[in-house]
């Protein structure tokens, strides 16, 4: 038996109870576990009119570590510091008012302006088991809630023929930025400058893309993608006709109050082709010479596709009653250039004969 002089182990004995409050408190400031199958902390976030946000943070024990089927919550820190999560709170010793698979459920008001939230529990089993780290659920925030936005935006719309039609805006408190529109695989990319404020629109992506993003120039992240989604609500159907004058060919197309505004091309057999970009809800006209056989075939990529007689040909026919030469040839009026032609030439014979008579012998000529 060893025998210890009673300073000696009064010594020994407070490095002890030294040694065991430092081992308890590394265990308790283990850090957070947000990883644990069997137990999550999941969160809500919403910006909301007054400039806040409003955070629902959801606790879920599903699988203890251990055969309990209580628990309390030894410690629950929240970040920011001066904020609470209601009712969240620790419980006393001894108390475990949890049970697996209740959702504890608590709300959380911060500032707009908040940068980063974050709730951390540590948790005891009814058992009397103590989980050795912490569980987190923290979530980042862009701290403009309630703030005019900043960064540009992108809308897309799918067209018909597989292409889509990009929109860009630039929020007046924005800066000034070129945005980048790209397709994967990579055969399309166009960098358009967008000041504050600024909207472009129509930017036309040809098909054949899988991906469509717009990116920020110099930066790496996108911030919009979009895959091409065939949408029957953008292929149009409009009310084609033509008529035929003596002197011209129109086309006539009325397209419907859709929300929507077309490209069409008027592609004529002879003589160039026209242009037009006609809004929903209008009716525009477009008029080619008449030329024989003409023929004016229309496209556009909004067109329902499965409607194929919009296409055309659109055909010039002479109308009844046209004088011969209309289509393509001068308007022929008056009398006959052959019967004018014969008439002065027998007047000049006439004339010479009479003219040489004279001369030869005098010849009176009674009127």
């Not at 009064?10 to 030294?18: I, K, S």
């Not at 000041?195 to 054949?208: L, N, S």
């Given at each position: 038996?060893?025998?210890?002089?009673?300073?000696?182990?009064?010594?020994?004995?407070?490095?002890?109870?030294?040694?065991?409050?430092?081992?308890?408190?590394?265990?308790?400031?283990?850090?957070?576990?947000?990883?644990?199958?069997?137990?999550?902390?999941?969160?809500?976030?919403?910006?909301?009119?007054?400039?806040?946000?409003?955070?629902?943070?959801?606790?879920?024990?599903?699988?203890?570590?251990?055969?309990?089927?209580?628990?309390?919550?030894?410690?629950?820190?929240?970040i920011p510091a001066d904020t609470s999560?209601?009712?969240?709170?620790?419980?006393?010793?001894?108390?475990?008012?949890?049970?697996?698979?209740?959702?504890?459920?608590?709300?959380?008001?911060?500032?707009?302006?908040?940068?980063?939230?974050?709730?951390?529990?540590?948790?005891?089993?009814?058992?009397?088991?103590?989980?050795?780290?912490?569980?987190?659920?923290?979530?980042?925030?862009?701290?403009?809630?309630?703030?005019?936005?900043?960064?540009?935006?992108?809308?897309?719309?799918?067209?018909?023929?597989?292409?889509?039609?990009?929109?860009?805006?630039?929020?007046?408190?924005?800066?000034?930025?070129?945005?980048?529109?790209?397709?994967?695989?990579?055969?399309?990319?166009?960098?358009?400058?967008?000041?504050?404020?600024?909207?472009?629109?129509?930017?036309?992506?040809?098909?054949?893309?899988?991906?469509?993003?717009?990116?920020?120039?110099?930066?790496?992240?996108?911030?919009?993608?979009?895959?091409?989604?065939?949408?029957?609500?953008?292929?149009?159907?409009?009310?084609?006709?033509?008529?035929?004058?003596?002197?011209?060919?129109?086309?006539?197309?009325?397209?419907?109050?859709?929300?929507?505004?077309?490209?069409?091309?008027?592609?004529?057999?002879?003589?160039?082709?026209?242009?037009?970009?006609i809004v929903s809800g209008t009716t525009?006209?477009?008029?080619?010479?008449?030329?024989?056989?003409?023929?004016?075939?229309?496209?556009?990529?909004?067109?329902?596709?499965?409607?194929?007689?919009?296409?055309?040909?659109?055909?010039?026919?002479?109308?009844?009653?046209?004088?011969?030469?209309?289509?393509?040839?001068?308007?022929?009026?008056?009398?006959?250039?052959?019967?004018?032609?014969?008439?002065?030439?027998?007047?000049?014979?006439?004339?010479?004969?009479?003219?040489?008579?004279?001369?030869?012998?005098?010849?009176?000529?009674?009127?």
């Amino acid at each position: 038996m060893i025998n210890i002089r009673s300073w000696p182990r009064r010594v020994l004995a407070a490095l002890g109870a030294v040694v065991v409050s430092l081992a308890g408190t590394l265990v308790f400031m283990t850090p957070a576990n947000a990883d644990y199958p069997g137990f999550s902390i999941n969160h809500e976030v919403r910006c909301t009119a007054d400039g806040t946000y409003q955070i629902r943070w959801t606790v879920l024990a599903e699988t203890p570590t251990t055969d309990a089927t209580r628990y309390r919550f030894v410690k629950v820190e929240v970040i920011p510091a001066d904020t609470s999560i209601d009712p969240i709170a620790a419980s006393p010793e001894g108390v475990f008012p949890h049970s697996l698979g209740e959702p504890v459920i608590g709300s959380q008001s911060l500032p707009g302006t908040t940068t980063y939230a974050d709730l951390i529990v540590w948790v005891q089993w009814d058992d009397g088991y103590v989980e050795t780290s912490g569980f987190s659920g923290g979530v980042p925030l862009d701290g403009r809630c309630g703030q005019p936005p900043t960064d540009p935006t992108a809308t897309f719309q799918s067209r018909c023929d597989g292409s889509a039609l990009v929109d860009l805006a630039n929020p007046p408190a924005g800066r000034a930025v070129d945005l980048v529109v790209k397709t994967l695989p990579g055969s399309f990319s166009r960098t358009v400058s967008v000041a504050p404020g600024q909207t472009v629109k129509g930017i036309v992506v040809p098909r054949g893309f899988d991906v469509l993003s717009v990116t920020v120039a110099g930066e790496r992240e996108s911030f919009a993608t979009y895959s091409w989604a065939f949408d029957p609500s953008h292929c149009v159907v409009p009310d084609i006709r033509a008529r035929s004058t003596c002197d011209e060919l129109v086309i006539v197309v009325s397209v419907p109050d859709v929300g929507l505004y077309l490209f069409v091309t008027f592609d004529p057999n002879r003589g160039p082709e026209q242009r037009r970009t006609i809004v929903s809800g209008t009716t525009v006209d477009v008029s080619f010479p008449a030329v024989a056989g003409l023929a004016v075939t229309l496209r556009s990529d909004e067109f329902d596709p499965q409607v194929t007689r919009l296409n055309g040909p659109y055909r010039w026919e002479r109308p009844a009653g046209c004088a011969d030469g209309g289509g393509g040839g001068l308007p022929v009026t008056g009398q006959s250039t052959g019967g004018v032609v014969a008439g002065a030439g027998l007047l000049l014979g006439v004339g010479a004969t009479l003219f040489v008579l004279a001369r030869r012998r005098r010849i009176w000529f009674t009127v």
